[in-house]
C-alpha cells in the first residue's frame, strides 16, 4: 500500500516549523458486507477520538481486537510517520504485507491530519475481490471526500489548543468541509483539493485447492452389489495456495495426471438381480493360446509383441436372452462397443451398452496383466451370481493384437431344473473355434496389420470363416465352483468410523464380514463402504497481500 502525499502548509495557515503531517495510519480489513468503522452524524467512540485528536491508532486497535470476530475484521496495522524533507514536502510511504481474505475484503485506512483539534483521513477500498479473484491494483485519491472532523474537540484552528466538545451537535463525526471549521479544504501548491493518492498493488494471491464432488465410475456388478471407483479433482488452487490432500496424505499437484484422489466404493447393494433365489459361483477362465497360432499369422517368432486376451466382459443372461447364440450374420453395430472391445480391447463401451440392457441380469468387468501367460494363473470371477430365471453366463474378451477378432462364449449353469454343481477343474469346460469371431469391422489380413476399417462393415462371421487366423482348436477352459450355501450372507453393516479430515472433505468407513462366523469369502458384494464427511467445514480462507 503506497501513500503519494501533496500537501502545502499555505492551505492550513502553518508556519514551517509547525510541522503538519498524517499520523501513522491504522488499516483493517473488514467484511464490505458487515458495515464500516464509523459512520458520519454519529458520536466517535474512545479510540477513534483517540486517533483523530493524537494521533494514536493504537486504543482503536485494541478497541477491534477486543471484537473483531463479531464483526469479521481479521487484519489489523499501525504503520509508520510520514518523514519530512527538507524542502517541506512530505516523502512517499510504503506498507507491505497487507493480506486480505475474500470474506474481509474491503480495507479502510485512518490517520490524523496533525497536527489539527480532531480532524482525520478516512479512506475505504469497498471490496477488492471480484470475479473470484483479488483485483491486481487500485488507487484513490485524497481529497475532501475522505476528510473529517471526529466532533470531539471544539478547537476551531488547526493548531487550537485541546478544547474537548462538551454538549451540542458538533460532538458527531462530520465532513471537514461541514464541520464549520475555519479551514474549509487541505490543498496543494496548485490549490487543488487532491492532495495525495493511496495505491494499492497485489503482491500475491493464494487460494487453497478444494477437491471437487465425486465423479462415479462403472459399478462393476448391474445388481446384488459390486463395487466402483470414484474421483474427484483438485479445484481452485491459486498462487502460493496448497493443493489439496488425499486420504493417503500424500498432496495433488498442478500436473493434469496428479490433480485427482480416487476411492473405491460400494455400488448397487441394494439391486437384487432378479427378486428371486441366488447362487453364486467362483469362476475360472483359463486361455491357453499358443505361441505357434501368433506365428502362423505372422506374429514374430521372438515373442516381442505377445497375443494375450483382453480384460474380459462378464454378465448374466436368460439362455434365450444370450447374444452369443445370435451373433454370426449380424453387424457389430447392433451391440454399441462391441467393435471397440474387438478392435481395441477396451471393455467399457460394452459393457456400458449390457449394464442397461434389462434382459441383463449382472455385469462385471475384471482386469488382468496384458502379457499374462495363458497356461498360468486362471483369471477367476469371485461372485457371478445366476437365478433361476438367468442361468447363462456369457464371457466376452478381445484376442489381441489382432485386427477385429473376439471370444464369445455362453455358459448356462442350470440343468433345467437345477443349478449345476460345481464343475472340476479336472474335467473344465471348452473354450474352443467356436467362440471365436471375426467383428467384420476391420480388414487386416494378420494380426500386426495396420488398422484397415472394412467400409462398408461387414457382420460377425466366425472367426474360421473368416480369416482362419487363429488355428489352434482349443483356445481356453472355464470351469465354476459353488459359493457354499452358509458362506453367501453378509452380516450387518457396523458403525461408521471417525472422518480422516476435520475440514475441506474427507472420508469415513464402515464394514461388514462375511457368513455366520465372520469368515466367509463367497458374499456377493463389497466389506467395505465409503461416504464423504467434513465436507462444509472449509479448512482456511482465501487470502491475498498488497503492498501499500
Sequence with gaps: ????????????????????????????????????????????????????ERGDPSVLATELEKYRDDISRKNLWIGGLAEINEDREFDDMTISGVCLNDKNSALQILMMIAPSPD????????????????????????NPGNQYDSGTDSGLEFVSMNCPTRDGPTSVIKLLTDAGNAVKTLSNTAGSTNIGTVTLTRTSQKRDGKFGEWVAGVCSSSCNGGTMVETRTCEGQLGDGAFCMRVDGTMTTAAANDNTETRTVSCNVDI??????????????????????????????????????????????????????????????????????????????????????????????????????????????????????????????????SPDIFLAAAVDLSDGNAFVDSTP??????????????????????????????????????????????????????WAIKNPADDTEFGPWGSWGDCNRKCQGGVRMRSRTCGPTG???????????????NSLIPCEDYSVCYKL
Design 1 to 52: 500500500v503506497k501513500f503519494e502525499f501533496d500537501w502545502n502548509e499555505d492551505s492550513t495557515g502553518l508556519l514551517p516549523e509547525q510541522n503538519e503531517h498524517f499520523a501513522p495510519p491504522l488499516l483493517i480489513a473488514y467484511n464490505p458486507a458487515e458495515g464500516r468503522i464509523f459512520s458520519s452524524g454519529t458520536a466517535a467512540q474512545p479510540g477513534l477520538a483517540n486517533l483523530a
Design 119 to 142: 480532524w482525520f483521513l478516512s479512506i475505504r477500498f469497498e471490496s477488492l475481490f471480484n470475479n473470484d479473484e483479488f483485483d491486481a491494483s487500485a488507487v484513490t485519491s485524497i
Design 272 to 401: 437384487a438381480c432378479d427378486g428371486v433365489a441366488l447362487q453364486c459361483y467362483t469362476l475360472y477362465l483359463d486361455f491357453d493360446w499358443i505361441e505357434n497360432d501368433g506365428r502362423d499369422a505372422g506374429m514374430p517368432p521372438n515373442r516381442l509383441v505377445l497375443e494375450h486376451f483382453s480384460p474380459p466382459v462378464v454378465f448374466v443372461t436368460s439362455n434365450a436372452n444370450s447374444p452369443v447364440s445370435g451373433l454370426v450374420g449380424q453387424p457389430a453395430s447392433d451391440w454399441p462397443g462391441l467393435e471397440t472391445l474387438a478392435e481395441t480391447g477396451n471393455p467399457a463401451p460394452f459393457m456400458n451398452t449390457v449394464s442397461q440392457d434389462n434382459n441383463v441380469n449382472q455385469v462385471i468387468v475384471e482386469g488382468m496383466p496384458a502379457f499374462q501367460p495363458f497356461d498360468e494363473y486362471p483369471l477367476l470371477f469371485r461372485d457371478v451370481c445366476v437365478s433361476h430365471s438367468m442361468t447363462t453366463v456369457n464371457i466376452f474378451s478381445m484376442l489381441a493384437p
Design 519 to 533: 469368515t466367509g469369502s463367497n458374499c456377493v458384494g463389497p466389506t467395505d463402504d465409503y461416504a464423504n464427511c
Design 425 to 478: 477343474a479336472d474335467t473344465p469346460g471348452m473354450l474352443t473355434l467356436a467362440n471365436v469371431f471375426d467383428a467384420g469391422t476391420d480388414s487386416g489380413a494378420t494380426f500386426l496389420s495396420d488398422d484397415v476399417n472394412t467400409d462398408p462393415a461387414g457382420t460377425i462371421q466366425l472367426e474360421s470363416n473368416a480369416g482362419n487366423l487363429v488355428q489352434d482348436a482349443t483356445i481356453g477352459r472355464w
